[in-house]
């Protein structure tokens, strides 16, 4: 298995559901500090390129790509801001190194979902404009057609789903920097609120503000530095069609050709086998199990029986979302992915704490955008 | 060395800002030739890929699968079959709704409309039920998605 480029240092600021007093750029100031120090790296000196990921009107400014170097270091600096998720930044880092135009890379996603007033308008906004904005309805009812469709076709219960709800805000718990945490009990998940039936209010992730800096190096630079290097087995990404009329409902393609990518990449032939565990979307608690699905963790007729046996608790045979997920750390928009991504990395060091694995190998990491995009980018890593 | 606790709460910390954003989209060839024949003939429009065989509802200019340029419309009707649908409790800005609404994906050949299903009790929806499309009348379709009223049951 290829080992070129790895992750060396990683830092973050939060999560918490408000951050009344820092500002964004203190926000990333403070976890790019951390990551250059976890990294032991100089920031001006030693960081030959730098990337993020932000969207305009979630940052509530335009052209927003012009307000992101200063706080992480790169002023006068190669860099650039993609819209995307923060593990889409990631592998433009990593492409970056592979393809030798720099060694040594930093990659920054972060939200601040608290000073953001009219969040449902601005996901409406990106529907189509002619065939489904003229309803207004709340776009959550995208993901309640989803939900139900998979439930269908899956046979999948909601209860199912309010077991992977009352997982991961258990994980949660014993994670500091989640401040979703909490015992559920099963009834407590499933009496709350219809948002989209069949879809329910404790089945969405929660907003949360928080910033996440990551730094990866070259094979050479990674094995001169102090830190224990993660390296970076595969990476995939892939869009589908964007319409919702021509969707598949049921299924998720693009998380399976994305995963594809990676595994290949990764020499990876049965995930199921070679996986010790694994951070994938759970922005909606169905996605979660949409997601294993789809990535090949699990094949659909095995999934309630899964569930029931709690095969994907933390002391389960696959333990998913380990860190708590987006349920348990929050919505972190477009760091959702690198929230995920900093779980697998402390996993593969042995830095996870109580919710530590023993000796865990390979780690998945999978991210979605959110509704109503159809955009999953994968990234496997494996310890030294 | 900087402490959060040493705001003072009373102090000017926040800005709010807005901006009026309106635009303008252009519906497209594909697009326009849908409404224009919803409006005027009340009819669904969708186009047909005979390399892929496949009718795309609502129609597209080309075939997504294999881009080739697409020119044979086809009248599909006005019924079709709920694929999936969900009830919405929200209002837009996520307020509580004093009606919820049925939402559907109303499977038609090979692609579809996202639309209100009405006349039926939401429990009573379910995922394969055959819904015909209610119009409005002539003379106050404008050439909109909301020149269908909502599905309807039907047989
Ligand atoms: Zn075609």
Known sequence: MEREVAIV???????QPTTPHYSYKELIYQAAQKAYHNANVDPRKDIQSFVTVAEDFIEGTSIFDEYTPDQLGAVLKPMHTITGDGLHGLITAYLMIRSGICKIAAVEAHSKASNIKTLSQITHYALDPMLNRPFEFHPDFIAGLEMARFLHEAH?????????????????????????GFDYRLEEIQDCQP???????????????????VVLASREIAESLTVEPIW????GWCNDMYNLEYRDWGHLPYVTK?????????????????????EVDDLYA??????????????KHELPDALKMGKFHSTGQLPINLSGGSLGMGNLLEANGLAKLVEAVLQLRGQAGKRQLSFPHIGLVQSWRGIPTSSAAVVILASS | MFSPFSINFESPTQWHGD????????????????????????????????????????PTLFCPQCLTELQEFVDVGLHGEIYTYTISYRNLDGSLSNAPQVIAFIKIADGGIIHKIEGIPPHQVFIGMKVAAVLKPTAERSGSILDICAFKPFG
């Open chain 1, 156 to 180: 999948i219960t909601p209860e199912d789903c309010a077991l992977v709800v009352q997982k991961n805000r258990r994980n949660a718990l014993e994670n500091p920097s989640a401040p979703y």
């Open chain 1, 232 to 235: 970076i087995l595969g990476v």
């Open chain 1, 258 to 278: 994305a995963a594809q990518m990676a595994y290949h990449q990764a020499q990876i032939q049965t995930p199921s086998k070679k996986i010790d565990f694994a």
């Open chain 1, 286 to 299: 169905y996605r979660e199990l949409m997601s294993l699905v789809a990535l090949g963790l699990i094949s």
């Open chain 1, 9 to 15: 240092g990683v830092g973050w600021e939060g999560f």
């Open chain 1, 195 to 213: 948002v989209a039936y069949p879809l329910l209010e404790s089945h969405i992730a929660q907003p949360a503000d928080g910033a996440i800096v």
């Open chain 2, 19 to 58: 901006l009026p954003v309106t635009s303008r989209y252009t519906a497209g060839i594909a697009l326009e030739r849908f409404f224009i024949a919803l409006r005027d003939e009340g009819k669904i429009l969708g186009i047909r890929c005979s390399r892929c065989s496949k009718t795309y509802v609502p």
